[in-house]
């Protein structure tokens, strides 16, 4: 275009001078725009150092090829037996059990027939063995989607009803994940909000959610229990087992990311208006006398004059203590009566649900770090949700952070810190958020470590959340469904944790931590979380060995040894030898798996040849500077180094955007989208050299279609008798290779 004005300038020069435009103008105006196109070209030349992105949108099929990792489930679910908790981990009656898990979000568990047939089959495919069914008891949707029909009826007067055709779809979505060996974990109260349709005034100046009311809230906690009973008691046509006798529950939550302190400490509670701040000032003043029997030793005990007590204390209307009060003797009491208020909520839930319900499936009451650990190891086991850079707020303002957690893996130590010593320890929520560009590490990273802790379940947050269960793009930032970057490596999370091909680390780091000092820290610091931090550890340490919290009532001794340290090491490996976090180049990190059937790489090349053990690897550019890569050798038979024959998978990926979607800048870090743009997802190719040790003449490798099925073959090279050399490229349009040795 530049070069077009050029000539037509040059042409009409004459003209120009007739216009009495000076000779030296036109030389300026050429010379600008000579400097635009040259711009221009320099531009381009940056943006065509990559070859183009190119549609791969992952099948919604579960074809029998190499990315198929259903071999991997125990069919039907709960054949073995219901789940149970024994020496801190889940058991069956065949022994030991894993839970690689995946979320379904509102709507999303309530398929069609045809569509819980094929979401059955692509799961199984993925090596998903257990689905969290979240969010089912309110209308899903947000800023982005119109909301959709959950469990309850569509009803003008009442949220109670279960509705028979939602019904109907979860009883048969079950059904079909039971066959295909996968459990469910039943998720009991997350977002019904009460309202006035069942006598509940206030609804505008409660809680988001009724968080924290409905731990202390009479009414609130008999619906939970009614809700409870109408689901759990319910018989599936399908299985004809009431999901209280149904071994294909793996587990049943109570109320998620829910509890009092949490509310209390956001300062809901001190906004709440009648009755429900009258309700709770009722039972702390009911708690206060069950403590002291008299004014003369609540005032001896809270260091006040006995008249500043007298009237309030006879009348029972001492009011709640502001979250925002300084620290005293009185308000150290008012957080033992929360404590004591949220262990009769949770206890009492419990008891219900196993005594008057009969549910055998092992139960949990709430995340950690939204409450006492303490109250939480009294169920049957312990849960904890993260994310890595999590979007907010999540509305039109949103923003995320668009960096890579390789340089830090602060999520991953800082989860195995909080674990509870000899409790089942579950991570029933964990994400990249899209349009993070490094999404596709964090699944693995959770396996990974997942496995080398010993954790009893992991899972990603979430599959999906709509009734659209074939999409070609990515509409919401938590759903996996589309996402191929983070799709492509889901088999090797399989092989990583439900295979165990990551081995459980050979030595542990327990922490000890004494409760009434850890609830001093409560009442003065405002927070319930605690990890192997708190007891002076380095939370790296987690990163090397098992490491879990030891809650205990009796009095710790400081730790002494230098070796609770990691310092400056710039190279941190799991006991294992197993997982390596290299940050020898800053800013410039990587992580590898190293294991006899599953190797992976993620993080920044930075031109460096990665050594796998029998496998070496070298990525070339890519548009991040960053790319995963794994290895899967879909039978446990090795890499080709000892012989053996091996069906290998090997999944490639750098950049993944919906088509026409647009990014805006908005800080040194943080992006948010501006378009989402539309289907289809596009992708990056890697390029990479893959030396194996094995012998080109018994070595092929293909492209892989979006179905894993083979489309192109790949050549490969000798470089020895017992070495092959194998080059990916953009030009393939996959980001899926199979890789065969005879």
Not at 66 to 78: C, E, I, Q, R, Y
Not at 326 to 329: M, V
Not at 442 to 454: K, V
Not at 708 to 714: D, L, P
């Given at each position: 275009m530049a070069a077009t004005l050029i000539n037509i300038y040059v042409k009409d020069y004459n003209h120009i001078k007739k216009c009495n435009i000076m000779k030296r103008e036109l030389v300026y105006l050429c010379s600008l725009l000579f400097l635009c196109t040259h711009l221009s070209c320099q531009q381009n030349q940056r943006t065509d150092k990559f070859a183009p992105l190119f549609p791969f949108v992952i099948s919604y099929d579960g074809p029998d090829n190499?990315?198929?990792?259903?071999?991997?489930?125990?069919?039907?679910?709960?054949k073995y037996g219901f789940i149970r908790a024994e020496n801190g981990h889940f058991v069956n009656d065949f022994g030991r059990v894993w839970l690689n898990g995946t979320n379904l979000t509102g709507s999303a568990n309530f398929p069609s027939h045809d569509q819980a047939n094929r979401l059955a089959e692509r799961l199984a495919r993925f090596g998903i063995n257990c689905v969290r069914l979240h969010y089912m008891d309110a209308n899903y949707g947000n800023f982005l989607q119109q909301a959709e029909q959950g469990i309850f009826t569509k009803d003008t007067t009442t949220q109670r009803n279960l509705d028979s055709i939602q019904m109907d779809k979860l009883d048969y979505m079950i059904a079909q994940f039971k066959k295909k060996g996968i459990y469910v974990n039943i998720n009991l109260h997350v977002a019904r909000k009460m309202d006035e349709r069942d006598g509940f005034t206030g609804v505008d100046h409660r809680p988001h959610l009724d968080k924290g009311v409905d731990n202390f809230y009479p009414r609130m906690i008999e619906l939970q229990k009614e809700y409870a009973r109408d689901l759990l008691t319910h018989i599936n046509p399908y299985t004809n087992l009431a999901y209280t006798d149904d071994p294909c529950v793996a587990m049943v939550e109570i109320n998620n990311e829910n509890a009092l302190f949490s509310q209390y400490f956001a300062g809901s509670i001190d906004k709440l208006p009648a009755p429900y701040i009258l309700e709770l000032q009722n039972q702390w003043n009911e708690w206060i006398h069950g403590i002291y029997k008299t004014v003369d030793e609540l005032a001896h005990a809270w260091s006040v004059n006995k008249e500043e007590l007298e009237n309030n204390f006879n009348e029972r209307t001492i009011p709640t203590v502001e979250i925002n009060s300084?620290?005293?003797?009185m308000r150290r009491d008012f957080y033992k009566f929360i404590y004591d208020v949220e262990r009769n909520y949770w206890n009492g839930m419990y008891k219900y649900l196993k005594d008057n319900l009969g549910v055998r499936s092992i139960i949990s009451g709430t995340q950690l770090r939204y409450t006492s650990p303490f109250i939480q190891a009294d169920l049957d086991y312990?849960?904890?949700?993260?994310?890595?850079?999590?979007?907010?707020?999540?509305?039109?303002?949103?923003?995320?952070?668009?960096?890579?957690?390789?340089?830090?893996l602060t999520n991953i130590h800082e989860m195995a810190g909080q674990r509870v010593d000899n409790k089942p320890f579950t991570v029933s929520e964990y994400n990249h958020p899209f349009p993070n560009q490094y999404g596709a590490e964090?699944?693995?990273?959770?396996?990974?470590?997942?496995?080398?802790?010993?954790w009893d379940g992991v899972f990603q947050y979430s599959y999906n959340n709509r009734s659209d269960f074939e999409p070609d793009a990515m509409t919401y930032f938590f759903d996996m469904i589309a996402r191929t970057d983070v799709l492509a490596h889901?088999?090797?999370?399989a092989t990583i944790y439900l295979r165990g091909d990551v081995r459980t680390a050979k030595e542990s780091v327990i922490a000890k931590i004494n409760h009434t000092a850890y609830f001093d820290s409560l009442a003065i610091l405002k927070r319930a979380k605690i990890g192997i931090e708190t007891a002076g550890y380095d939370p790296r340490l987690s990163l090397v060995h098992k490491t879990s919290v030891e809650l205990t009532e009796n009095p710790v001794e400081p730790i002494k040894s230098e070796s609770e340290v990691i310092g400056n090491q710039k190279i941190i490996t799991s006991d294992t030898e197993e997982l390596t976090w290299n940050m020898e180049r800053t800013d410039a990190g990587y992580w590898t798996v190293n294991t006899n059937n599953t190797k992976?790489?993620?993080?920044?090349?930075?031109a460096r040849i990665?050594?796998?053990?029998?496998?070496?690897?070298?990525?070339?550019?890519?548009?991040?500077?960053w790319a995963t890569v794994s290895f899967v050798s879909q039978n446990a038979t090795g890499f080709g180094e000892s012989g053996n024959p091996a069906n290998i998978l090997l999944a490639a990926t750098g950049l993944m955007e919906n088509k026409g979607m647009a990014i805006q800048k908005t800080s040194q870090t943080k992006i948010k989208l501006t378009d989402w743009g539309d289907g289809p997802i596009y992708v990056e190719g890697i390029p990479a050299k893959i030396t194996l040790l094995s012998s080109a003449q018994k070595t092929k490798c293909y492209s892989l279609d979006n179905?894993?099925?083979?489309?192109?073959?790949?050549?490969?090279?000798k470089v020895n008798e017992n070495t092959s050399e194998i080059v990916i490229d953009p030009k393939y349009k996959t980001v899926w290779y199979e890789i065969e040795i005879k």
């Open positions: 190499v990315t198929n990792m259903s071999h991997l489930l125990d069919a039907p679910a709960g300084d620290y005293s003797k312990v849960d904890i949700h993260s994310y890595w850079r999590h979007p907010g707020p999540i509305n039109q303002s949103w923003e995320i952070d668009n960096i890579s957690m390789v340089n830090s964090g699944q693995p990273m959770l396996r990974a470590y997942g496995r080398l802790q010993d889901m088999p090797a999370c992976l790489f993620t993080g920044f090349p930075d990665i050594d796998l053990g029998g496998i070496k690897l070298e990525i070339g550019d890519t548009r991040l500077g179905v894993g099925n083979r489309k192109k073959e790949v050549p490969v090279v």
